[in-house]
């Protein structure tokens, strides 16, 4: 077996709640291949937790949508959304199937936020429904190092009610 290749993550990663998938995938590594044959890999860096239909911050708070409809898939599966017309945001779904979750991608190595990496990463509305675990465009893959991980409280999300603003749902890796 080649070392200089990571292990992918396999469903039973993802299909954990989002609690627990969130603070684990800061300091993974997300390769993407391209149609020119590039395969590039990098660091998540920085992710949030959007869980259930009672979180007020949550896409499925309005309940299944044809928006949303995947978040209510078992874990493993890619949530994209557009936001102001012109930015996807990446989502990994997590949990069981029937409990609405997904934990948004907020940075990669080299990329801070969420709207710059997708444009990095050529992320658009054709990932939507995804399976990480057999896709051959994009997938989530161990790293063994081991990284000093901070939580925060979300960004950008006033519309919700102060107890979902301030759960600290934001996982990012310190500097060491």
Not at 59 to 68: N, V
Not at 80 to 91: A, D, R, T
């Amino acid at each position: 077996m080649n070392q200089n290749v990571n292990q992918r993550l396999g469903k039973n990663f993802f299909i954990r709640d989002a609690t627990e998938v969130a603070p684990a995938l800061v300091g993974k590594i997300l390769a993407r291949n391209f149609s020119d044959g590039r395969i590039i890999r990098r660091l998540i860096t920085e992710v949030e937790i959007y869980r259930g239909e009672e979180d007020e911050a949550c896409h499925a708070s309005k309940g299944m949508t044809r928006r949303t409809r995947v978040m209510y898939s078992e874990g493993g599966r890619i949530y994209v959304y557009l936001i102001y017309g012109m930015y996807w945001m990446l989502n990994f779904v997590t949990g069981p199937e029937g409990h609405p979750q997904a934990v948004l991608i907020r940075g990669i190595e080299g990329f801070d936020g969420p709207g710059k990496l997708t444009r990095a990463l050529e992320i658009d509305g054709t990932f939507y429904g995804e399976d990480l675990t057999r896709s051959e465009r994009i997938w989530i893959e161990e790293n063994r190092r081991k990284f000093r991980i901070g939580k925060g409280t979300r960004i950008g999300i006033d519309y919700a009610g102060e107890e979902w603003r301030s759960k600290p749902w934001r996982y990012f890796l310190k500097n060491t």
